[in-house]
């Protein structure tokens, strides 16, 4: 059973497969988003910058039986999707709002993924559940989305960018077990587990 969902920001959804291209990269705290990462090169004067960006998961039956569905969620950029206007004005601040994008959607994957583990119980009977949680969050994922753009002016208005960053970071710092590069096995509190 595979899902997934692609946000062009500023332009319609796309769908791919979550298996990584030579073009794409996975989410990571130490890897942000560059100028370089863009390879569409456009001279439209009413596009800046557009980003793919994706998360997207693939489970099997024998993951129901896993301690750890960090890989199974996949948050990506794709660059040979992703295009920019060399001409455009304030390039960095454009590429850094893009960032927040991307981290706000790896907010929605590692969401995913803890729901995943505290519900395996409920995946090893179907795939059912998982399907609702992906369509949920990401109905929840394009709401906070046109929130952010809203009160932002996407990206514009500094303090509220701020504010934004900050409260994205605190989320990836509390869910930060459910970074797509922790391999290790994951505990779950007890109260958090579903009843068997």
Excluded at 34 to 62: M, P
Excluded at 99 to 114: C, I, P, S
Excluded at 150 to 157: A, D, I, K, M
Excluded at 174 to 184: A, G, M, P, Q, R
């Amino acid at each position: 059973m595979k899902k997934i969902l692609l946000l062009l920001l500023f332009f319609p959804l796309m769908f791919f497969s979550q298996d990584l291209q030579p073009d794409e990269f996975v989410w990571s705290k130490e890897r942000k988003l560059r100028k370089e990462d863009y390879k569409l090169v456009t001279h439209n004067e009413h596009i800046s910058i557009k980003s793919a960006i994706s998360f997207s998961y693939q489970l099997r039956g024998y993951n129901a039986l896993s301690n750890n569905f960090n890989r199974k969620i996949i948050n990506k950029f794709s660059s040979n999707a992703s295009s920019i206007n060399p001409d455009a004005s304030n390039i960095p601040a454009m590429i850094d709002y893009q960032q927040v994008n991307f981290d706000l959607a790896e907010v929605y994957a590692r969401r995913m993924r803890k729901d995943l583990l505290i519900h395996k119980n409920t995946i090893w009977k179907g795939f059912a559940y998982a399907n609702e949680m992906f369509n949920s969050l990401t109905a929840e994922y394009i709401k906070a989305q046109g929130l952010l753009d809203s009160e932002t002016n996407y990206g514009l208005n500094a303090q509220k960018l701020e504010d934004w960053k900050q409260k994205i970071k605190t989320e990836l710092d509390e869910l930060s077990d459910f970074d797509y590069n922790n391999t290790s096995k994951i505990k779950i509190k007890k109260d958090s587990k579903e009843d068997n």
